[in-house]
């Protein structure tokens, strides 16, 4: 039995505690978070689970393995630094760290001391981008063209970062998992609006060698909410919208076919567009943060990495020090 | 009554050809297309219109007060020249030629010959565009933040030219209407996917000087249509989605209110966001293009400038030309 | 070349008079109206056709082979006896005749006079419903168990007859055409709201032999438009939306497998459910009416029953009657 | 503290257990079920709450001041009489027995002991359901003139009874809330399909004095999942989907205005159809459930009348009833 010990109970970590408690092989020893009334509501639901204001107290403690770190990102280096030089096996939600530096320390760190260092990449673990990757490769949208995602709504879930830290992190991890070729380069343009600290609006590209594009639209700002990424592809398109409650991934039969002629006198290419059926695969209705904890426990019970390792956390990290470096340079591309 | 030279019968023609049979004071008298089996289906539906491969002979004649130019950009500014020197009132499809050059050639030609020159910005006399115009005026959104536009969908409706001269364009038209205020900058990043010979995506950014941003998504490749507006305001939001058939624009009364504390030992900012009813006015079912052919009789008969005039035709022309710059330039911001 | 006269240019006659101008081997040579104002109007659409108020003129004419009736229900049987005793091939917009009688009469007489007698069951010719047809053929939805259509809108199309002849003639026009078996019985309750004098809202129930069953909602006072058909088969389900613009068609792999055990002590159903893929065919764009209009010139060329001839048109209203008449009755079941 | 014993943990128990322990002055003391594994989960998420395979031991006990059967409707009766013997308040899942002679004895029962007596007629809680009912007092949509409810999807729920008792439950509890007049008979059609031992699709129409109409249209074989209530009323009309994400309710400035003019000749009735804008209230997202344990806790508190009490229980048993015995006599008005 892998005891665990959560540190953060805010927007998520009631999430994980829940989650936690339906994992066999886990269970939830200790809670910590700073704020006594969320200790307080902890308690109420957990019976039996000790909890702490002080986090330090459960990171040192001998009746933990495993240490979850859900607080606000500023924390998380010192917090999973303090957790892995305690030998303790470290999940922490996304990002991993504030900093490419940091989050390299931290991959550095676990792999000296021998621990598994997950990232909370939940959409990874979610039944729709497990779909589309299986989609993907089957090669039944063939070559891809493009990705594009819209991931807007009202409100702010950090306080200490600005949008893209935020919410582009899902998407750039999302895209992380199902490309298998490495960026290039990161441009990124966005604003501060509303006399907010931090920009709350962001348009980030990514771009690869091949030509290959995604691009990310992200905002705090927005009167709906919008999950939804389209990929195109060469010989089939696909649509995933997050906020529908029955088809969530639909594939389009849709795409191009063209045909170059050489004339002597001059040269057309004639395109011609495949509209065809679409369909929308079952997915099964497991909750991806069950798979993220399961693969936690999978990892340390294996001695083996996760799929969300600490590399793919660095990854993401990298590409958003790219964007954040872009917006304040009026979008200039930044090399990776 | 007017009589009207229409030059073109491919895709918007017939449309164009529809409306003026229903748009008093005025008569269809002749048709031109290079194509003669056009021709022939422009007879049969408007029997008595004369018909002609030649436009010129359409342009020159004495039967003809104004000319409508539906054909393609590359031939715009010719046709039109010809059109006003030829002292013919014209009103031209979007947009209204394929340079900034051409186009202030003719918006100079037209006040020398004091004929009408006006430009087919559909979309600015839509209900929809009129109703959020209205909204705007009376201070129902508050101060503008953001607008965000998605027009997407599968095929080439333009041969000769990129996606963003097609579908950036009615975008452009449509924030020239709306937003009183001049933007600075354009900067735009995009691809030519599939082995097209032009960008068949493409992601433009206009920046204004008061942090007031727009961007714009334009995308031939893409398996579902999308037209959708996002426009934040400080008190309200508002989403334009051309594509419902019932409520095209639902208003938001949801905002930020916030309110800046400055401690002694740290500034916070406390961000509440108001959350509150929705509601969608009734939008008339009229045709917009029912409005432009209506606006073109009235200027030409009151002998005043029509509200999108070759003055707005060379603003969406002079954006279009600087998102094309930056495309080229890596998303370089183009000063306007 | 067939040359027709349309009788009635109200609501539907503009869109036949559109539908026809397209139609190879037909011409529209006349067009009778009461109103002076609707016959301007079509005048202006469509110059050189001829204009009429007294419809016997052109019933009676020698340059009319064929007659199109878009008139009020209650002047159908009037018209188109009139027009079939002329010898003229007649079609008629749905339903056939007021009452069973009348309809019945229609068909005999055209069978004596051998003119074609076809009835505007619209939808039959959509892509939509020719696309379920073919599947239902297949056997792709495996055995029939019940359909559920929701026909709702606000606007009354009809004045001088009940929601039931108006909108629940195209629900049993198209489950006339798709369900091979026939109805044994019907019964229909509803109601008269807000002091209209004919029923404005109505369910109807069309019972069958063998258990399927059939349910019409129609409704003249609904807020919002809903054109939705439901067909649960045993091997998968369907969903038609005919307001949906580009999916009308979702074919639901879900069905029922059940295993009924037989237990010594007690009888037990094991029910499971299978939920799987959505697909939906691509259907073509072409429009119904054109369709309509190309199988009546087709029947008249080929000397053939047309697909919705008299036959169809006189079960449909003999169910309406019934329907009707069980409305007077409490909802008694009313066999056919 | 009241302390509660939950019986029953297979679907709604959990739900109910959940939102125990988040209500104040309750405590969730004990659950019971008749199966081991079941007890096991509920042991997992709930350490230090007692659990019995008899639910007799916890209805005895001492411990326990209330008692919440969520078990199947066949066993309502028995431990519901049990634990009202036993001087416990009781909250019973919808519906309130399998019978009006069950449900009444409930009713006198509890009367007779003096205790509290609930049921979980979940709906009447729901922010939706609760701004309607506001809507309605307001006069927003004048006098009702119709209530169309659509309750459909795939699966059964209740194993030992058919849809209308397990569905319609739910609808004729929200009509019974929202509406003050009381019905004056039902009747219903329906039908066993796929070999099912009970009705599984069936149409219910409740029938007022004065005019006013209920339809419910409930279905265990649907392919989708439809939770939708349109309720027309002579100044408004209001359209109720649950399943939408962000707006369930949504009210359209839609009606008729009419106006009888009494000609010489003959009657006419003009009508006009409004058609206005449509707002959508904010709803609050608190859960339905949660604000059903706080009742029945301020009920106990309080000594007082639940909202939805015994006689709305068996208000609503009364009309599941008449609509089963509609369904066994061809749709025949059943007088309540």
């Known amino acids: 039995m892998i005891r665990v010990g959560l540190i953060g109970y805010g927007y998520w970590g009631p999430n994980l505690a829940r989650n936690l408690a339906d994992t066999d092989d886990m269970c939830l020893q200790a809670i910590a978070d ?90 990874v673990y979610s039944s729709a981008v497990v779909a589309i990757r299986s989609l993907i490769d089957r090669g039944h949208l063939g070559d891809l063209l493009y990705v594009d995602s819209v991931r807007i709504n009202l409100g702010l879930f950090q306080q200490d970062s600005n949008v893209i830290w935020d919410l582009a992190a899902h998407d750039l991890a999302i895209m992380d998992y199902l490309i298998d070729a490495r ?79 050489d004339d002597q006198a001059r040269r057309q290419i004639l395109v011609s567009y495949r509209t065809g059926d679409m369909f929308a695969p079952h997915l099964d209705r497991t909750e991806a943060l069950a798979r993220v904890t399961r693969e936690f426990a999978d990892a340390i019970a294996g001695r083996r990495t996760p799929l969300t390792d600490g590399a793919a956390g660095l990854r993401v990290v990298t590409m958003l020090e790219a964007a954040e470096r872009s917006l304040r340079e009026e979008g200039r591309r930044i090399a990776l």
Chains 1, 2, 3, 4 share one sequence.
């Open 183 to 261: 960026p290039v380069a990161v441009s990124a343009n966005g604003a501060r609006l509303a006399g907010f600290q931090h920009e709350n609006i962001a348009y980030i590209t990514v771009h690869f060698a091949n030509g290959f594009l995604c691009h990310f639209h992200v905002n705090w700002l927005a009167p709906v909410k919008i999950r939804q990424m389209v990929i195109g592809g060469q010989q089939r398109m696909l649509v995933y919208n997050d906020m529908d409650p029955s088809e969530k991934v639909r594939v389009y039969d849709k795409g191009v076919d063209f045909d170059v002629k």
């Open 34 to 123: 700073t704020r006594a009334d969320r200790l307080d509501a902890a308690a109420r639901r957990h019976a039996g689970v000790a909890t702490a204001i002080d986090a330090m107290r459960v990171i040192a403690s001998d009746d933990i393995d495993a240490v979850i770190v859900a607080t606000p990102l500023g924390t998380h280096h010192r917090l999973a630094k303090a957790a892995i030089e305690a030998g303790k096996h470290v999940l922490i939600e996304k990002p991993l760290a504030s900093s490419a530096r940091d989050a390299a320390e931290l991959v550095a760190l676990a792999a000296d001391r021998d621990v598994r260092l997950m990232v909370d990449h939940t959409f």
